[in-house]
């Protein structure tokens, strides 16, 4: 098997997913070679069309189809009046799937760091120009509960302070350090009935 460049060449692609490592990759692979037709031929034209028309939503971040545009911020049947804002997608499925929050979602894609992303890369503008739009309510800021998220958190409220909308955050029961896709139902429950309101706007 090693002496195949394209298997070595999958097993070094899979081994780089969260949580595998080279022996689970190698598994994975024998799998794959082994239900060719099952398998192999539907995940590879599904990856095409995925790499195709699959991307980020300049707007609110979150993923969306060429083919049917953005289901988050354009097409949605509902009206809200908030938009709860997560670092990442994976936080946006979390909240989700826990059927806590019933809003927009706006997915920043990181946060203020001085190594990592810088302002401008984060989409923080696109979520003044919602609020403002759509005549936003409230802001429910998700970010977690480390360094980088609370700057990131309180940066967004400084950039919201001029306009009429509450923002809050999520109750301090999050655990430091926490991030919200590692955090189960009855926690996230919890941190969003308890959100407490930002004071900028008191200025």
């Not at 920043?108 to 609020?131: A, F, H, M, P, Y």
Request: glycine fraction near 6%; include cysteine; hydrophobic fraction near 35%.
């Amino acid at each position: 098997m090693h002496n195949i460049s394209e298997i070595e060449d999958l097993i070094k692609l899979i081994s780089k997913l969260p949580g595998l490592g080279p022996k689970s990759a190698k598994r994975i692979v024998l799998k794959l070679i082994n239900n060719r037709d099952e398998l192999v031929k539907p995940m590879a034209t599904t990856l095409a069309q995925v790499y195709k028309n699959v991307m980020r939503c300049n707007s609110c971040g979150s993923l969306k189809s060429n083919l049917d545009g953005c289901t988050n911020c354009e097409k949605i049947k509902e009206k809200f009046n908030k938009i709860c804002v997560v670092e990442d997608i994976s936080d946006q499925w979390s909240i989700e799937n826990s059927s806590i929050f019933k809003g927009y979602f706006h997915i920043l894609g990181g946060t203020i760091s001085s190594v990592g992303n810088q302002k401008e890369d984060l989409l923080i503008n696109s979520l003044v120009d919602r609020v403002n739009r759509d005549k936003i309510e409230e802001v429910i800021i998700a970010t977690s509960a480390t360094v980088e998220g609370q700057t990131t958190a309180y940066y967004i409220q400084d950039k919201l302070k001029n306009f009429k909308v509450k923002v809050t955050k999520l109750a301090q029961g999050l655990p430091v350090g926490g991030e919200i896709e590692s955090l189960d139902d009855g926690t996230l429950f919890s941190a969003f009935k308890n959100r407490s309101e930002l004071n900028s706007n008191s200025n």
